[in-house]
Nanobody, 123 residues
Framework: QVQLVESGGGLVQTGGSLRLSCAAS????????MGWFRQAPGKEREFVAT????????YYADSVKGRFTISRDNAKNTVYLQMNSLKPEDTAVYYC????????????????WGQGTQVTVSS
């Protein structure tokens, strides 16, 4: 069983940047696709981005495309989410998750989840 721990969240002003990290232990992530999701208060969890096991394929939600970048360092067993040009509507708890394929946006297709890290963007 893999354990995922997100970090890097915080409070930032509109237009600012944050870099989230997702560190894994208990299992190597190098064979798995990984995803980032987010959940705002009163809303359902939504897809943000996925990355293939080798980092060569990525997908993004339309709402973050061009502003967010997902990447990974398999040697460090860590996945990242670089978030630029942040907007108040990006405020949410951000979760990373281990999946079996990069070609899905469904949270149900992802197995192990981290505890989440809060991102708050002030206007």
């Amino acid at each position: 069983q893999v354990q995922l721990v997100e970090s890097g969240g915080g409070l930032v002003q509109t237009g600012g940047s944050l870099r989230l990290s997702c560190a894994a232990s208990g299992r190597t992530l190098s064979n798995y696709a990984m995803g980032w999701f987010r959940q705002a208060p009163g809303k359902e969890r939504e897809f943000v981005a996925t990355i293939s096991w080798n980092g060569r394929t990525t997908y993004y939600a339309d709402s973050v495309k061009g502003r967010f970048t997902i990447s990974r360092d398999n040697a460090k067993n860590t996945v990242y989410l670089q978030m630029n040009s942040l907007k108040p509507e990006d405020t949410a708890v951000y979760y990373c998750a281990q999946g079996s394929t990069v070609y899905t946006r469904a949270s149900a297709a992802f197995g192990s989840w981290g505890q989440g890290t809060q991102v708050t963007v002030s206007s």
